[in-house]
């Protein structure tokens, strides 16, 4: 399994940024596709984005589509999610997740290594 850290998360008034970051351990991170859910009190844990192995290739939720951008630097291990014209409704604890096999980029059961959750509360 590979081992991941988020950062960035934070408080931000309606309308404002925030760019999270999950740096990932391993020498094969630039292998895995890396995705970002996100979970609010009483709710599941739902799916925002994700990115393909090489980077060419990126996925949303409808719901953040055109404000939410997700990219990757294998370089560093890093995977970011850059959040703008952020709502109420994004505030959630927000997950990084790598995915080593098979399956749909879109689903939860499909990620097999986790970070640990960082929050974000955005204000109205």
């Known amino acids: 399994q590979v081992q991941l850290v988020e950062s960035g998360g934070g408080l931000v008034q309606a309308g404002g940024s925030l760019r999270l970051s999950c740096a990932a351990s391993?020498?094969?991170?630039?292998?895995?596709?890396m995705g970002w859910f996100r979970q609010a009190p009483g709710k599941e844990r739902d799916f925002v984005a994700a990115i393909s192995w090489n980077g060419v290739s990126t996925y949303y939720a409808d719901s953040v589509k055109g404000r939410f951008t997700i990219s990757r630097d294998s370089a560093k291990n890093t995977v970011y999610l850059q959040m703008n014209s952020l709502k109420p409704e994004d505030t959630a604890v927000y997950y990084c997740?790598?995915?080593?096999?098979?399956?749909?980029?879109?689903?939860?059961?499909?990620?097999?290594?986790w970070g640990q959750g960082t929050q974000v509360t955005v204000s109205s």
């Open positions: 997740a790598a995915k080593t096999r098979g399956g749909s980029y879109y689903t939860l059961a499909s990620y097999d290594s």
């Open positions: 391993g020498r094969i991170f630039r292998s895995y596709v």
